[in-house]
């Protein structure tokens, strides 16, 4: 296992965004769910190989029209590379992007002979299966989350719950339904009053619960970090979640490498299993440090791999203070 951080982040105090709703949910999806039905349909029947093609021509569409998301994503690989970004490498971000998306295709309908899958951590996620217990594994927009997938068929037992906000678990029940109609996610809606009592009750039953945490509504608890040299915001929900419930939190990537390769990484991020309350709020700060550390090692380990397309380092004066 990796040790160490490429640069370490370094997070002010906790602070709440009031200036609205977040930028990336006023972004409009390209596609419909008629084209993704035929598009998984002839992947499923002539191939990953022969499919793979098209996607150049998707990502080509997405490059020429997305002119506000390419905006961020020079920014975001200026930070990366520390140079001024290429085309190139503005369309192999896009381009790994569809790939990662065309995969998942193969990933959800139980196709892993398709891919190489290296793994780092597993004896992490052996250890907490076996004791019974479920835990909290925090993932963010970086990499492949499908590729877990071969991770939980590796392991008997494993099971994840997915915990989302109710906007998200529509669109992601219905993308799944469109790719494997018999896929059933089970999916806990946040927002609601008896969400946590939901994600308890899993947690009790010995089920792991998969969430992804660099984005927020835009209206909720928030801790400036910086990664990659600038400065973001992250949302300290999730973590605070793990704490109240007192939960061991490992954190979980999926890393694309380029033709049928993948790494997963297991890390433990915090454990807050006997954290006591006055020393809740000290301990839910350093954990998100330590998140925005490792957002911030893996994408300059794998720069093409951040896809997050939007504006998630607001320059000074683009957004109220916290």
């Known amino acids: 296992m990796p040790r160490g951080f490429c640069v370490r982040a370094r997070v002010s105090t906790l602070a709440t965004k009031k200036e609205g709703a977040a930028e990336w949910?006023?972004?409009h999806e390209r596609g419909s769910r008629p084209l993704l039905r035929i598009m998984v349909y002839l992947s499923l029947r002539l191939g990953r190989r022969v499919t793979r093609g098209a996607l150049y021509a998707?990502?080509?569409?997405?490059?020429?029209?997305?002119?506000?998301?390419?905006?961020?994503?020079?920014?975001?690989?200026?930070?990366?590379?520390?140079?001024?970004?290429?085309?190139?490498?503005?369309?192999?971000?896009?381009?790994?992007?569809?790939r990662t998306i065309h995969d998942r295709v193969y990933l959800i309908n139980g196709r892993d002979d398709l891919f190489e899958v290296t793994l780092e951590g597993e004896d992490l996620m052996r250890r907490q299966l076996h004791s019974g217990h479920g835990a909290f594994l925090l993932g963010a927009h970086l990499g492949s989350f499908e590729i877990?997938?071969?991770?939980?068929?590796?392991?008997?037992?494993?099971?994840?719950?997915?915990?989302?906000?109710?906007?998200?678990?529509?669109?992601?029940?219905a993308a799944l339904a469109a790719i494997s109609p018999r896929e059933t996610p089970d999916i806990v809606a946040l927002g609601h009053i008896d969400a946590m009592l939901k994600l308890r009750d899993r947690l009790e039953r010995g089920i792991f619960v998969g969430m992804l945490a660099d984005r927020t509504l835009g209206q909720e608890p928030m801790q400036a970090v910086e990664i990659l040299g600038a400065r973001a915001h992250l949302p300290t929900g999730p973590l605070r979640a793990a704490a109240i419930l007192r939960r061991p939190v490992i954190f979980m990537v999926g890393l694309y490498r380029g033709g049928n390769r993948y790494h997963a990484v297991f890390e433990p991020l915090a454990d807050f299993s006997a954290t006591p309350v006055a020393e809740r709020e000290a301990a839910i700060r350093q954990a998100v440090e330590r998140y925005a550390g490792l957002i911030d090692r893996f994408c300059r380990s794998d720069p093409y791999n951040w896809f997050n397309f939007f504006d998630f380092w607001p320059l000074p004066g683009a957004a109220a203070e916290p």
């Open 25 to 27: 949910r006023g972004h």
């Open 58 to 98: 998707i990502a080509g569409y997405y490059f020429l029209l997305a002119r506000g998301a390419r905006r961020h994503i020079r920014r975001y690989l200026r930070l990366a590379l520390h140079r001024e970004p290429a085309a190139r490498d503005e369309f192999r971000l896009i381009l790994n992007f569809a």
């Open 148 to 173: 877990m997938r071969t991770v939980g068929r590796r392991q008997p037992g494993l099971r994840v719950s997915m915990a989302m906000y109710e906007e998200n678990a529509r669109k992601i029940s």
